[in-house]
């Protein structure tokens, strides 16, 4: 029910800057809540940022406030994670991922129930 296409992964050094994008089809972009994850080599899926479409809360994890923002273009139906200052340890494979309104929770966002995922973008950040 909702497709989700992820692009704008890549290879940066220290200290530079990628815009990553996620578009969503197959349902009502306004209803939906989208995340940012991260799958890093010997460590477990992580969430890096969320937003509620319809009602823009955001939350960042610790690792990247100040440095990642998650941002939406509803004309386009894009969910946007611009990643700047990157590190090293932001090295991973990202993945955006889709929840329906009713199974996302703005003020906790670990408790969303993530049912649709793109197939990730790999950025790769050099010391």
């Known amino acids: 029910q909702v497709q989700l296409v992820e692009s704008g992964g890549g290879s940066v050094q220290d200290g530079g800057s990628l815009r990553l994008s996620c578009v969503a089809s197959?349902?009502?972009?306004?209803?939906?809540?989208i995340g940012w994850f991260r799958q890093v080599p010997g460590k477990e899926r992580e969430g890096v940022a969320h937003l509620s479409i319809g009602g823009g809360n955001t939350y960042y994890a610790d690792s990247v406030k100040g440095r990642f923002t998650i941002s939406q273009d509803n004309a386009k139906k894009t969910v946007y994670l611009q990643m700047n200052s990157l590190k090293p340890e932001d090295t991973g494979l990202y993945y955006c991922?889709?929840?329906?309104?009713?199974?996302?929770?703005?003020?906790?966002?670990?408790?969303?129930?993530?049912?649709?995922w793109g197939q990730g973008t790999q950025v790769t950040v050099s010391s």
């Open positions: 197959g349902y009502t972009f306004s209803t939906l809540c």
């Open positions: 991922a889709a929840a329906y309104s009713w199974q996302c929770y703005p003020l906790n966002p670990r408790m969303t129930q993530y049912d649709y």
